[in-house]
């Protein structure tokens, strides 16, 4: 290697093939080995990370002057990038297991909006003003306590059970159909 670790990482940021070429070569395996553990040895997984990782670099390379850094960058990016390609995995099973089972049609929604309503009226205030604080305003639990000067242990009990409350009755609601 004739040239710097910088060198070579901004002639890679300037768009110079080559030397991409020549660093993705000299760092396949490092990069592949690292995508292999956050991947639990998926073969396939591990070099689409690698892939992903690469194009990462050519978009946006990182000014790293020693092997060491190189190190720690490409074991965070690998681990980032494998983070990232689950969770997008796990939101694209989600949104096919929705597809498969439908949610409620507009007028069951409609229904049920007005169920929630009505139960919620029946809440005592202060059950219903926490429930408000947590839901629609998100609020902490620290921040309710505060508000209604108890702990925030006793706004989450007292939010439980609002919560509870609601619960039972919607399971005596569906009881009665």
């Known amino acids: ?38 991947a639990r040895g998926d073969d396939q997984e591990s070099h689409d990370i690698v892939h992903d990782v690469m194009i990462k670099l050519i978009h946006k390379t990182p000014r790293i002057e020693t092997e060491a850094q190189l190190g720690a960058w490409l ?61 629609r305003f998100a609020w902490t639990l620290a921040r309710i306590g505060e508000v209604l000067g108890i702990t925030p242990g006793a706004a989450d009990r007292k939010l439980r059970t609002a919560h509870t409350r609601l619960a039972e009755r919607a399971m005596e609601g569906t009881r009665d159909d």
Do not use: C, N
């Open 75 to 135: 074991k965070r990016v690998t681990l980032t990038t494998a983070l990232d390609r689950a969770r997008a995995e796990r939101r694209r099973a989600a949104r096919e297991r929705a597809a498969e089972h439908p949610g409620p049609s507009e007028p069951e929604d409609r229904a049920r909006t007005e169920w929630l309503r009505a139960q919620l009226a029946e809440l005592d205030p202060e059950a219903l003003a926490i429930l408000e604080m947590r839901h």
């Open 1 to 38: 290697m004739g040239q710097s670790l910088a060198d070579q990482l901004q002639r890679i940021a300037s768009g110079d093939r080559g030397a991409f070429a020549a660093f993705y070569e000299q760092r396949f395996d490092q990069s592949l080995a690292l995508a292999r553990r956050a």
